[in-house]
T-cell receptor, first 113, second 115 residues
Framework: DGGITQSPKYLFRKEGQNVTLSCEQN?????MYWYRQDPGQGLRLIYY???????QKGDIAEGYSVSREKKESFPLTVTSAQKNPTAFYLC????????????FGQGTRLTVV | AQKVTQAQTEISVVEKEDVTLDCVYE???????LFWYKQPPSGELVFLIR??????QNEISGRYSWNFQKSTSSFNFTITASQVVDSAVYFC????????????FGKGTMLLVSP
């Protein structure tokens, strides 16, 4: 079955560590996105990528980095520079850049311990 | 700048009641798209509907209906005869034509349907 797979589902990070969240899709979608969800805040855009080897910052990119070496994969690294990383992270993909509906993964819940 | 407002933080209803979730949006674009997503406790977002700015027809899908009114910049969502399985957080979102399909979300409305 086609879909978006995020791993791990739960992730614990010590302060000062970098961690990488995985996002893989087998939908042959061109565009991929990372959103962050905090309680009562809705979802906010971190980074997005329209094509391989290209990506743009979203509204809250500070403290995060991404790569897009393959069409299927869009990993997100939460660096030690991100001061408040505890949140729920959702990855999404879209077939084209024409505002068709986005498909979302099941999310990764990151907690700083 | 684009903005989506969902003023209702939480709504509680009893099964079989009708419930309307409000969504008000702001955009300077004439071409834009509006969405509703459902987030059950498992966490993933489930797509419900997409509407473009040139199509103001209301839509009905089973117990779900949507009312799009450009004059009031609103895109409200009604669930008729609610069921316990409707309990979830519902998000309204906006995508402007020139923004690479990025979504601007409202803060969500948590709907609790009790038996």
């Amino acid at each position: 079955d086609g879909g978006i797979t995020q791993s791990p589902k739960y992730l614990f990070r010590k302060e000062g560590q970098n961690v990488t969240l995985s996002c893989e899709q087998n939908l042959n979608h061109d565009a991929m996105y990372w959103y962050r969800q905090d309680p009562g805040q809705g979802l906010r855009l971190i980074y997005y990528s329209q094509i391989v080897n290209d990506f743009q910052k979203g509204d809250i990119a500070e403290g995060y980095s991404v790569s897009r070496e393959k069409k299927e994969s869009f990993p997100l690294t939460v660096t030690s520079a991100q001061k408040n990383p505890t949140a729920f992270y959702l990855c999404a993909s879209i077939l084209t850049g024409r505002a068709t509906e986005a498909f979302f993964g099941q999310g990764t819940r990151l907690t700083v311990v | 700048a684009q903005k989506v407002t969902q003023a209702q933080t939480e709504i509680s209803v009893v099964e079989k009641e009708d419930v309307t979730l409000d969504c008000v949006y702001e955009t300077r674009d004439t071409t834009y798209y509006l969405f509703w997503y459902k987030q059950p406790p498992s966490g993933e977002l489930v797509f419900l509907i997409r509407r473009n700015s040139f199509d103001e027809q209301n839509e009905i899908s089973g117990r779900y209906s949507w009312n799009f009114q450009k004059s009031t910049s609103s895109f409200n969502f009604t669930i008729t005869a609610s069921q316990v399985v409707d309990s979830a957080v519902y998000f309204c979102a906006l995508s402007e034509a020139g923004r690479y399909s990025t979504l601007t979300f409202g803060k969500g409305t948590m709907l609790l349907v009790s038996p």
